[in-house]
């Protein structure tokens, strides 16, 4: 495998020189697997954006937020997840690491992709049922189909864990770059009178192939088999994780409610139509980021546990450093384009359907660079363990979110106040996580 780390080379560096901090990068990352990641990720972006440029031109203002809405719901299905794709990335991890084969977590982890899929299938009938008391059956089908096309990313996301941990984030990655790359067509298909309930049967019939390839992949490496009983399978699961379940089930439904919770304060306080889609458009970008941070992340995860296993403190500050570096660098050139086209860029994007506030562009500069810090520290504390601490510190975070949304709310702030309460409680929370990371992973590495 050929391997990667970035070094300061001399103002008038020599060829023999240059070589030497290409050598350093190739110690520490797959150049495959970040170019894959990176490509994938910046597909993920690219969809968010082309989703509001397309919906925003077929769509009227009051559709277009409702099927924001709907979007939002399906995505909240993470609340089911409580942590437990994280905890099968470590089992997976420790198993893989130890060379060991066979056991009880190739089990547990098809036993929890088969719920998480059942889950789906649940809010997809609930969604259905729900619309369909107010509009016609067919319209009620195209929400619950979006739905659907929104939700199973619950499902890819343990299939993702369970293929890093066992090295097979190649393979996964570039399925995902299929399924990225066809999604993308499918809805700019929509500005060429491709009918919207094409798209959402292709869109899910697409989701089914990778589905399909990636599981079959995973059975013949052995990192999934066959569970002999669902619900005995979950209930061993649960037994033998209960405490880091109830932990990491803590942060997961607190960056849940975190990420999602202003989908549902802004139509409520503010209203549908421009409110929702100013929202949506800013939180775009911010949440994108998180996924080109990925690309710069999870390259770096394998190089970070192996670290932490050998007790390698210097290659762990590292690896780390590394990864702060390949995040940083997206989040340079994004926050540059908002200072110097933000109005353009959010114009083009939304043409008469709203305007986005010059100050809410400022506070998503800030937002950004809050995330990348909190990326890379909780990023590092999920994948090494420290479910107590990230639970301890989301908790936190979703009290003071809860009460800063009473002050905004009252106080009559308007969306763009409500945006910047969001701003400076999402900052102290990415300074805890930061402070976290020192205290935990980078000290625990030095001990022996």
Not at 119 to 124: E, F, P, R, T
């Amino acid at each position: 495998m050929v391997y990667a780390m970035s070094s300061q080379a001399p103002a008038l560096p020599r060829p023999s020189a240059l070589r030497q901090p290409l050598r350093l990068l190739a110690s520490l990352l797959s150049l495959r697997y970040f170019a894959l990641r990176a490509a994938t990720a910046g597909a993920a972006v690219a969809f968010g954006l082309v989703q509001t440029f397309v919906f925003a031109r077929v769509l009227g203002a009051h559709e277009f937020s409702l099927f924001i809405l709907i979007g939002t719901f399906g995505v909240s299905l993470w609340l089911f997840d409580l942590g437990a794709a994280k905890i099968l990335f470590v089992r997976q991890r420790e198993r893989h690491l130890a060379g060991h084969r066979g056991g009880t977590v190739p089990a547990q982890s098809a036993a929890v992709v088969i719920l998480y899929a059942l889950i789906v299938l649940a809010g997809a009938v609930c969604c259905f049922a729900a619309t369909a008391t107010w509009t016609s059956l067919g319209g009620a089908l195209d929400y619950a189909l979006f739905f659907t096309f929104a939700a199973l990313n619950l499902v890819w996301f343990p299939l993702r864990n369970v293929s890093n941990a066992v090295d097979k984030f190649i393979r996964f990655e570039t399925l995902e770059a299929v399924r990225r790359i066809g999604h993308i067509g499918l809805i700019l298909a929509l500005l060429v009178g491709l009918p919207f309930e094409a798209f959402l049967v292709a869109a899910n019939g697409l989701w089914a192939a990778v589905f399909a390839i990636c599981i079959a992949g995973l059975v013949s490496a052995g990192a999934l088999t066959r569970p002999r009983g669902l619900v005995q399978t979950l209930a061993a699961f649960w037994r033998g994780n209960r405490a880091e379940i109830l932990r990491s089930g803590n942060y997961a439904v607190a960056e849940l409610a975190i990420y999602n919770f202003p989908y549902f304060v802004v139509p409520a306080a503010f209203g549908l139509g421009a409110p929702m889609i100013v929202l949506d458009t800013v939180f775009k970008v911010f949440r994108g980021a998180t996924l080109v941070y990925a690309a710069g992340l999870d390259p770096l995860v394998p190089k970070q546990t192996r670290a932490m296993a050998e007790h390698d403190a210097p290659a762990l500050k590292r690896a780390t450093l590394t990864a702060f570096v390949l995040c940083a660098v997206p989040t340079l050139a994004l926050c540059a384009v908002l200072v110097l086209a933000g109005d353009h860029l959010f114009a083009l994007l939304l043409g008469h359907a709203a305007t986005v506030p010059p100050t809410a562009t400022k506070l998503l500069i800030v937002l950004l660079v809050a995330n990348l810090a909190q990326n890379v520290a909780s990023n590092l504390l999920l994948h090494t363990g420290y479910f107590r601490e990230i639970a301890r510190i989301a908790t936190i975070l979703t009290a003071a979110m809860a009460a800063m949304t009473v002050l905004t709310v009252a106080a009559g702030a308007g969306i763009v106040g409500f945006i910047g309460g969001y701003t400076a409680v999402y900052v102290a929370g990415a300074a805890l996580y930061v402070a976290a990371l020192w205290r935990g992973p980078f000290r625990r590495a030095t001990e022996r």
